[in-house]
């Protein structure tokens, strides 16, 4: 495990198709500890014992799944969500304790932000850190690519390119101040900016998709 921020730690990192990578994060929390995304690293799950385990794992959307998270379950009893919508994909491995089915508030301070489009399930993930920092998880929703820019999860005859484009639209009224997706191709996948910074970046990414044809 790497620590990125005082409460917020990074997994090593995964490549689960050419020229993508991969990170979970372990938000550490007097309300109990959060696992956003996925990791198959047996190794970085035992170490989350020593930051106090998981109460939490919370997936952005079915890529993230795998068996990992029956070992995650085991090791620390920890709750799974995921979105309504990608349940039977879910049930496959672990059904969710919590099903996503709109804008809401989980586990004290973690607001949930259904951001349908690279999958019909997406979600992003948005939380007040104790150091004063709004985190804000994006899954695939929007992504750092080789450039170090970001891009919208698009991805033709799977995404639905106008549902992303509204979730882009209202992801772009937040003001994080650290951006965390889960697949990048760039040498990080989390960056930190000013509001006016993210606001940019998101109508970088919407460019593309309000441009085709």
Known sequence: MKQIF??????????????????????TREEGNVLFYNTGHEYEIDAMATLGGVDWQLLSHQDELGKSLLRVRKRYGAKLGGHALERESFAGILEPDVLFTGRQTLAGNIEVIPTPGHTPGSTCFQVRSATGKTYLFTGDTVYR?????????????????????????????????VVISSAFADKDGYQEMSPNDWARHVDSALQPLLTAG
Not at 6 to 27: I, K, R
Not at 147 to 167: E, H, M
């Open 145 to 177: 690519n080789r450039k170090g820019q970001w891009s919208n999860g698009f991805i033709k005859g799977w995404s639905d390119r106008d549902t992303l484009v509204a979730s882009l639209r209202m992801l772009r009224k937040l003001q994080p101040d």
């Open 6 to 27: 005082p409460d917020l730690w990074q997994t090593d990192v995964e490549n689960p198709f050419p020229g993508l990578t991969t990170h979970a994060y372990l938000l």
